[in-house]
Each structure stands twice: as structure tokens, then as C-alpha cells.
T-cell receptor, first 109, second 115 residues
Framework: TQLLEQSPQFLSIQEGENLTVYCNSS?????LQWYRQEPGEGPVLLVT?????EVKKLKRLTFQFGDARKDSSLHITAAQPGDTGLYLC?????????FGPGTRLSVLP | DVKVTQSSRYLVKRTGEKVFLECVQD?????MFWYRQDPGLGLRLIYF???????EKGDIPEGYSVSREKKERFSLILESASTNQTSMYLC??????????????FGPGTRLTVL
């Protein structure tokens, strides 16, 4: 059974700071997705990465997929209060639908 | 826009009650999913359905059943609610199951408390 770990579990930073959160898998990802869940809402897809070494950018968010396809990082530049939420990595590309426990990010104004 | 709606945002039930959680999607998606979300554990798959009247067990099906009589509707049933089923329940739908294009669209969740 694939297990996903995310770190840190909690992160509280000031507006304007940079941050990186991580996702690691016990086995190779079929494909990796990052979701963001805002309070009181369901998760919303941010990005899907498939190829080892792949880097994708979404405005101030940069997603990197490890060469071995077992880990990923999400870097946020100049964080804003609107970035507050729970960041989840997931492998929904195979027959198992697995989510990590999430990193809860709080960006203070 | 894809919309997934869940029948209740908050629900309080007593131990032993039968509980129905309803989910409706409006994008004609083949696949629908029920997850529960607990702090520190992330989302765990209870059941999913890839077609009407079809269902597959997820990682934690014990104590739950599901029903999919129409394509747009997927119901989660707790036959006899227990306190350890207190949780946030999330419904999702997708046009594909598996593969890199498997974006899941989620409802807002139902926070169930079993007393």
C-alpha cells in the first residue's frame, strides 16, 4: 500500500516570506497531484506532474517532481494571506486513490 | 464549472442511527468517490463508483455502504452510526478513474458528529 508523507505538518509565516513544503511516497508515483483545500471547502486541484524532474509554475507557486518520481516539493514565493489553506499531495493516477495528510499553511498579514 | 453538492454541511446523529449522506454532480462524470478526512490522516477512500449501480471498496469500507442508482447521484450510508465515524466526509467526481488526467472535483464536505 502506497503511503504519502508530507512535511512540515504545520507552517505559519508572515506575508511576503518564501516557503517550501514536501511530499514523499513509499513507492513510485503513477502521477502526482497537488490540491489546496481552503477552510470549509473541498480540495481544488493546483497541478498534475507526471515526468520525473518535471517543474511546473503556477504564478508564485513552483512544483518540482523528483527524478525518481518518489518525491515532490511545492515552493511559494512571496506568500500572501490568500495562500492560506491545507496543501495535499495525491496519487490518483493508478488504481489506488491516495492522499497525503497535508501541510496546513497559515500566512499572516 | 463543475459543481459537486452535498446534502448537508453539518450533521449530528446518535449512535446506532442510520445515516444517509447524499452527493450530486452536474458534469455527467462517470466516476464518483466518497472519502473521509481526519486530522493528520488526510483523505481516505471509503468507496468509489465508476458507473451506475457499480461500486468498489476503497481503503476503509467497513461500517459503510453506498448506492448509485443514477449517474449524477452517489449516496453514502452508515448502517448503524458509531462515534468513531465522527469525521468530515467529502464526495468527489471525475471524468476518468486513474491516469494523469484524473482530476477529482470535490464537494464542500459534510461534517458528521455521532454522539
Amino acid at each position: 500500500t502506497q503511503l504519502l508523507e508530507q512535511s512540515p505538518q504545520f507552517l505559519s509565516i508572515q506575508e511576503g516570506e518564501n516557503l517550501t513544503v514536501y511530499c514523499n511516497s513509499s513507492s513510485v508515483f503513477s502521477s502526482l497531484q497537488w490540491y489546496r483545500q481552503e477552510p470549509g471547502e473541498g480540495p481544488v486541484l493546483l497541478v498534475t506532474v507526471v515526468t520525473g524532474g518535471e517543474v511546473k509554475k503556477l504564478k508564485r507557486l513552483t512544483f518540482q517532481f523528483g527524478d525518481a518520481r518518489k518525491d515532490s516539493s511545492l515552493h511559494i514565493t512571496a506568500a500572501q494571506p490568500g495562500d492560506t489553506g491545507l496543501y495535499l499531495c495525491a496519487d490518483l493516477g493508478g488504481q489506488n486513490f491516495v492522499f497525503g495528510p497535508g501541510t496546513r499553511l497559515s500566512v499572516l498579514p | 464549472d463543475v459543481k459537486v453538492t452535498q446534502s448537508s454541511r453539518y450533521l449530528v446523529k446518535r449512535t446506532g442511527e442510520k445515516v444517509f449522506l447524499e452527493c450530486v454532480q452536474d458534469m455527467d462524470h462517470e466516476n464518483m468517490f466518497w472519502y473521509r478526512q481526519d486530522p493528520g490522516l488526510g483523505l481516505r477512500l471509503i468507496y468509489f463508483s465508476y458507473d451506475v449501480k457499480m461500486k468498489e471498496k476503497g481503503d476503509i469500507p467497513e461500517g459503510y455502504s453506498v448506492s448509485r442508482e443514477k449517474k449524477e447521484r452517489f449516496s453514502l450510508i452508515l448502517e448503524s452510526a458509531s462515534t468513531n465515524q465522527t469525521s468530515m466526509y467529502l464526495c468527489a467526481s471525475s471524468s476518468t478513474a486513474g491516469g494523469p488526467d484524473n482530476e477529482q472535483f470535490f464537494g464542500p464536505g459534510t461534517r458528521l458528529t455521532v454522539l
